[in-house]
């Protein structure tokens, strides 16, 4: 089985290949897959990708041996879902990818504007220690609203 990687760092090449080389012939490559010549990764069996890689009908078509593309996200805006399921190809994500992380990074995001901390650092930054403008205010007391209810808004 052959399987191609794309927008592979250095450290994601060292685990896959690990696990992947194993029984398989893995090729990586650290551009997303529309920046590599498709000669290069046409007799894939299979592909996994990320964000900026686009699977298009065009790529799908160009690979008559694919049986499954994978991202490494959970969207798949990327992909040709409808396509790739027209042609019996297992389309697969990682559905609860970085939920955690995003709710935790939009809590950090709120207390950063209620502190005033980008403002404060930029003027740091410029060698003005003054605290001129750079009152915040607390989220105490205050009513936070989610939208949508998602894994990441629950």
Do not use: W
């Amino acid at each position: 089985m052959i399987i191609s990687f794309f927008e592979v760092t250095d450290m994601e090449k060292e685990e896959f290949d690990k696990v992947f080389n194993k029984h398989n012939t893995a090729r990586f490559f650290s551009e997303p897959l529309q920046n590599v010549d498709i000669k290069e990764y046409e007799d894939s069996d299979a592909i996994c990708v990320f964000v900026h890689s686009k699977v298009s009908k065009e790529t799908i078509k160009a690979c008559p041996n694919l049986k499954m593309v994978a991202t490494r996200s959970t969207g798949t805006d990327h992909i040709d879902v409808a396509y790739a399921e027209e042609k019996n190809i297992d389309v697969k994500n990682v559905p609860l990818y970085g939920e955690n992380t995003v709710a935790e990074h939009t809590f950090a995001l709120m207390l950063s504007l209620s502190r005033k901390i980008n403002e404060s650092y930029i003027s740091t930054c410029n060698g003005n220690f003054s605290t001129d403008g750079l009152m915040g205010f607390d989220l105490k007391n205050k009513t936070i609203g989610i939208i949508g209810g998602g894994r990441i808004g629950l």
